[in-house]
Protein backbone atom coordinates (compact mmCIF):
# COMPACT_ATOMS: atom_id res chain seq x y z
CA UNK A 1 0.00 0.00 0.00
CA UNK A 2 1.22 3.50 -0.62
CA UNK A 3 2.10 5.75 2.66
CA UNK A 4 3.13 9.45 2.84
CA UNK A 5 5.09 10.45 6.08
CA UNK A 6 5.53 13.62 7.53
CA UNK A 7 7.42 13.27 10.28
CA UNK A 8 7.54 17.12 11.50
CA UNK A 9 4.40 18.08 12.93
CA UNK A 10 5.32 21.95 13.34
CA UNK A 11 8.52 24.19 12.35
CA UNK A 12 9.43 27.55 12.78
CA UNK A 13 11.09 29.55 10.63
CA UNK A 14 12.60 32.69 10.41
CA UNK A 15 11.24 35.99 8.28
CA UNK A 16 13.25 36.03 5.07
CA UNK A 17 14.97 32.89 5.57
CA UNK A 18 14.72 29.06 4.42
CA UNK A 19 13.03 26.16 5.13
CA UNK A 20 12.89 22.50 4.49
CA UNK A 21 9.74 20.90 5.33
CA UNK A 22 10.18 17.03 4.88
CA UNK A 23 8.48 14.30 3.19
CA UNK A 24 8.76 10.23 2.41
CA UNK A 25 6.89 7.58 0.23
CA UNK A 26 6.31 4.22 -0.15
CA UNK A 27 5.19 2.71 -3.47
CA UNK A 28 5.58 -0.15 -5.19
CA UNK A 29 4.09 1.14 -9.00
CA UNK A 30 7.25 2.54 -11.13
CA UNK A 31 5.01 5.94 -12.12
CA UNK A 32 3.44 7.86 -9.41
CA UNK A 33 3.27 11.72 -8.79
CA UNK A 34 3.69 13.74 -5.70
CA UNK A 35 2.21 16.98 -4.82
CA UNK A 36 2.48 20.07 -1.86
CA UNK A 37 -0.12 21.51 -0.64
CA UNK A 38 -0.56 24.42 1.57
CA UNK A 39 -4.01 25.04 3.72
CA UNK A 40 -4.28 28.40 5.63
CA UNK A 41 -6.69 28.63 8.66
CA UNK A 42 -9.37 29.70 6.26
CA UNK A 43 -9.67 25.62 5.01
CA UNK A 44 -8.94 26.08 1.11
CA UNK A 45 -5.97 23.71 -0.24
CA UNK A 46 -3.66 24.98 -2.69
CA UNK A 47 -1.89 23.58 -5.05
CA UNK A 48 1.96 24.52 -4.71
CA UNK A 49 4.10 22.38 -6.67
CA UNK A 50 4.40 18.85 -8.23
CA UNK A 51 7.19 15.86 -9.18
CA UNK A 52 6.35 13.37 -11.21
CA UNK A 53 8.05 10.15 -11.15
CA UNK A 54 9.70 10.17 -14.08
CA UNK A 55 10.94 14.00 -14.17
CA UNK A 56 14.51 14.11 -14.43
CA UNK A 57 14.92 17.34 -12.84
CA UNK A 58 13.24 18.63 -9.34
CA UNK A 59 10.51 21.06 -10.10
CA UNK A 60 10.76 24.44 -9.12
CA UNK A 61 7.50 27.24 -8.97
CA UNK A 62 8.86 30.63 -7.94
CA UNK A 63 10.06 30.37 -4.34
CA UNK A 64 8.67 27.11 -4.07
CA UNK A 65 11.08 24.10 -5.36
CA UNK A 66 10.99 20.19 -4.58
CA UNK A 67 14.27 18.32 -3.36
CA UNK A 68 13.34 15.03 -5.09
CA UNK A 69 15.55 12.00 -4.09
CA UNK A 70 14.05 8.51 -5.55
CA UNK A 71 16.36 6.46 -4.37
CA UNK A 72 15.70 7.57 -1.04
CA UNK A 73 11.78 8.08 -1.39
CA UNK A 74 11.84 11.53 -0.54
CA UNK A 75 10.31 14.65 -2.11
CA UNK A 76 10.93 17.74 0.35
CA UNK A 77 9.47 20.80 -0.14
CA UNK A 78 11.91 23.93 0.52
CA UNK A 79 10.56 27.32 0.64
CA UNK A 80 13.04 30.22 -0.11
CA UNK A 81 12.67 33.97 1.59
CA UNK A 82 10.04 32.90 3.89
CA UNK A 83 7.04 35.31 4.54
CA UNK A 84 4.67 36.02 7.32
CA UNK A 85 1.94 34.81 4.60
CA UNK A 86 3.61 31.75 4.37
CA UNK A 87 2.35 30.32 8.18
CA UNK A 88 -0.14 27.52 7.39
CA UNK A 89 -0.30 23.56 6.93
CA UNK A 90 1.97 22.03 4.45
CA UNK A 91 0.87 19.05 2.94
CA UNK A 92 2.76 16.13 0.67
CA UNK A 93 0.37 14.02 -1.23
CA UNK A 94 1.33 10.89 -3.95
CA UNK A 95 -1.23 10.38 -6.53
CA UNK A 96 -2.35 6.57 -6.84
CA UNK A 97 -2.44 5.01 -10.39
CA UNK A 98 -5.38 6.65 -12.40
CA UNK A 99 -7.94 4.26 -12.35
CA UNK A 100 -9.66 3.11 -15.83
CA UNK A 101 -12.29 5.53 -15.80
CA UNK A 102 -9.40 8.34 -15.24
CA UNK A 103 -10.01 9.08 -11.76
CA UNK A 104 -7.05 8.58 -9.07
CA UNK A 105 -7.14 8.83 -5.37
CA UNK A 106 -4.48 11.19 -3.84
CA UNK A 107 -3.01 9.81 -0.35
CA UNK A 108 -2.47 12.75 2.51
CA UNK A 109 0.54 12.89 4.22
CA UNK A 110 -0.37 13.97 7.88
CA UNK A 111 0.99 17.51 7.55
CA UNK A 112 3.34 19.94 8.69
CA UNK A 113 2.40 23.28 10.74
CA UNK A 114 5.11 26.62 10.01
CA UNK A 115 4.53 29.22 11.44
CA UNK A 116 7.31 32.20 10.38
CA UNK A 117 8.04 34.65 12.69
CA UNK A 118 9.24 38.50 12.21
CA UNK B 1 -12.88 29.82 -14.88
CA UNK B 2 -9.86 27.94 -12.72
CA UNK B 3 -12.36 27.71 -9.50
CA UNK B 4 -13.99 24.69 -7.67
CA UNK B 5 -16.82 26.80 -5.61
CA UNK B 6 -18.50 25.38 -2.74
CA UNK B 7 -21.89 26.77 -0.52
CA UNK B 8 -22.25 27.33 1.94
CA UNK B 9 -19.35 28.13 3.66
CA UNK B 10 -20.47 27.60 7.21
CA UNK B 11 -23.15 24.98 7.72
CA UNK B 12 -24.52 24.68 11.52
CA UNK B 13 -27.57 21.73 11.71
CA UNK B 14 -29.15 19.61 14.17
CA UNK B 15 -28.84 15.73 13.86
CA UNK B 16 -32.58 15.39 12.72
CA UNK B 17 -31.85 17.99 10.23
CA UNK B 18 -31.54 17.45 5.99
CA UNK B 19 -28.80 19.64 4.40
CA UNK B 20 -26.72 19.59 0.96
CA UNK B 21 -23.37 20.73 0.38
CA UNK B 22 -22.62 21.88 -3.48
CA UNK B 23 -19.95 21.73 -5.29
CA UNK B 24 -19.75 23.10 -9.18
CA UNK B 25 -16.70 23.52 -11.63
CA UNK B 26 -16.73 25.08 -15.16
CA UNK B 27 -13.36 23.66 -15.50
CA UNK B 28 -14.11 20.46 -17.87
CA UNK B 29 -13.26 18.08 -15.53
CA UNK B 30 -14.20 14.88 -15.36
CA UNK B 31 -13.64 13.35 -11.89
CA UNK B 32 -15.01 15.14 -8.91
CA UNK B 33 -14.16 14.42 -5.00
CA UNK B 34 -15.49 15.02 -1.46
CA UNK B 35 -13.15 15.00 0.93
CA UNK B 36 -13.61 14.86 4.49
CA UNK B 37 -11.05 17.00 7.42
CA UNK B 38 -11.15 16.79 11.04
CA UNK B 39 -9.16 19.71 12.98
CA UNK B 40 -5.29 19.33 12.71
CA UNK B 41 -5.94 16.35 10.44
CA UNK B 42 -5.34 15.58 6.78
CA UNK B 43 -8.17 15.12 4.20
CA UNK B 44 -9.74 11.91 3.79
CA UNK B 45 -11.45 10.40 0.68
CA UNK B 46 -15.03 9.65 0.95
CA UNK B 47 -16.27 9.68 -2.88
CA UNK B 48 -15.07 9.65 -6.36
CA UNK B 49 -17.38 10.58 -9.22
CA UNK B 50 -16.12 10.34 -12.69
CA UNK B 51 -17.86 11.03 -15.92
CA UNK B 52 -20.72 11.55 -13.44
CA UNK B 53 -20.75 8.12 -12.14
CA UNK B 54 -20.16 7.00 -8.51
CA UNK B 55 -16.29 5.43 -8.95
CA UNK B 56 -15.48 4.90 -5.39
CA UNK B 57 -17.49 5.06 -2.27
CA UNK B 58 -14.54 4.54 0.69
CA UNK B 59 -17.37 2.99 2.65
CA UNK B 60 -18.96 6.19 3.80
CA UNK B 61 -22.11 5.65 6.21
CA UNK B 62 -25.21 5.71 4.37
CA UNK B 63 -26.51 9.64 6.45
CA UNK B 64 -23.70 11.13 3.49
CA UNK B 65 -25.73 10.79 0.23
CA UNK B 66 -23.43 11.79 -2.80
CA UNK B 67 -25.52 13.09 -6.34
CA UNK B 68 -23.22 14.19 -9.46
CA UNK B 69 -26.60 15.75 -11.44
CA UNK B 70 -24.29 16.81 -14.62
CA UNK B 71 -20.80 17.25 -15.11
CA UNK B 72 -20.13 20.14 -13.14
CA UNK B 73 -21.98 19.99 -10.23
CA UNK B 74 -21.64 17.65 -7.39
CA UNK B 75 -23.91 17.39 -4.02
CA UNK B 76 -23.50 16.10 -0.89
CA UNK B 77 -26.75 15.17 1.21
CA UNK B 78 -26.99 14.92 4.66
CA UNK B 79 -29.62 13.55 6.81
CA UNK B 80 -29.70 12.28 10.38
CA UNK B 81 -25.85 13.15 11.19
CA UNK B 82 -24.02 12.86 14.18
CA UNK B 83 -22.31 15.56 16.41
CA UNK B 84 -18.75 13.48 15.34
CA UNK B 85 -19.16 13.81 11.49
CA UNK B 86 -18.66 17.87 12.26
CA UNK B 87 -15.58 18.48 10.35
CA UNK B 88 -14.30 20.56 6.58
CA UNK B 89 -15.90 18.93 3.91
CA UNK B 90 -14.13 19.79 0.47
CA UNK B 91 -14.68 19.27 -3.05
CA UNK B 92 -11.99 18.46 -5.66
CA UNK B 93 -12.42 17.97 -9.23
CA UNK B 94 -9.19 16.31 -11.92
CA UNK B 95 -8.92 16.38 -15.26
CA UNK B 96 -9.05 12.80 -17.31
CA UNK B 97 -5.99 11.72 -18.93
CA UNK B 98 -4.01 14.00 -16.82
CA UNK B 99 -2.49 12.95 -13.59
CA UNK B 100 -1.66 16.63 -12.52
CA UNK B 101 -3.28 17.45 -9.40
CA UNK B 102 -6.96 18.24 -8.35
CA UNK B 103 -8.32 21.78 -7.96
CA UNK B 104 -9.98 22.11 -4.38
CA UNK B 105 -12.85 24.16 -3.29
CA UNK B 106 -12.19 26.25 -0.34
CA UNK B 107 -14.49 24.00 2.07
CA UNK B 108 -17.87 23.81 3.97
CA UNK B 109 -17.28 23.97 7.49
CA UNK B 110 -20.09 21.46 9.32
CA UNK B 111 -21.54 21.84 12.43
CA UNK B 112 -23.72 19.41 13.66
CA UNK B 113 -25.11 20.06 17.18
Known amino acids: AQKITQTQPGMFVQEKEAVTLDCTYDTSDPSYGLFWYKQPSSGEMIFLIY??????QNATEGRYSLNFQKARKSANLVISASQLGDSAMYFCAMRELPRMDSSYKLIFGSGTRLLVRP | DTEVTQTPKHLVMGMTNKKSLKCEQH?????MYWYKQKAKKPPELMFV???????INESVPSRFSPECPNSSLLNLHLHALQPEDSALYLC????????????FGSGTRLTVV
Open chain 2, 27 to 31: MGHRA
Open chain 2, 49 to 55: YSYEKLS
Open chain 2, 92 to 103: ASSQARTASGYT
Open chain 1, 51 to 56: QGSYDQ
